[in-house]
């Protein structure tokens, strides 16, 4: 039974800094591609980063050089280290995970999803 639990969600003031974690129970779990995606009220989920089995990272345009996506394959864990937050970044943030390789960014095609974390900066 695979599970992925968000942590680490909060509010914050814009400028500020977060870290959100996914504790990851399933088998090789080094063998994953996992990712971060976001929902704010009102709009659609969308892709924030994704980071391959092998370590290659793609994120958002709206958040490169803010976002930092990483993972600790001996702690089953992925993290996404969140500075110059701005308000626009206020969402609901989901962990995703499928075996393999990334899917891009359409939530759907990844096998496992987490209940997400809620992220407001204001």
């Known amino acids: 039974h695979v599970q992925l639990v968000e942590s680490g969600g909060g509010s914050v003031q814009a400028g500020g800094s977060l870290r959100l974690s996914c504790q990851v129970s399933?088998?090789?779990?080094?063998?994953?591609?996992m990712g971060w995606f976001r929902q704010a009220p009102g709009k659609e989920r969308e892709g924030v980063a994704t980071?391959?089995?092998?370590?290659?990272?793609t994120y958002a345009n709206s958040v490169k050089g803010r976002f930092t996506i990483s993972k600790d394959n001996a702690k089953n864990s992925l993290y996404l280290q969140m500075n110059s937050l701005k308000a626009e970044d206020t969402a609901m943030y989901y962990c995703v995970a499928i075996r393999g390789v990334c899917v891009g960014d359409d939530w759907r095609k990844y096998t496992y999803r987490g209940q997400g974390t809620q992220v407001t900066v204001s």
């Open positions: 980071i391959d089995s092998d370590g290659s990272t």
């Open positions: 399933v088998w090789k779990y080094s063998s994953y591609c």
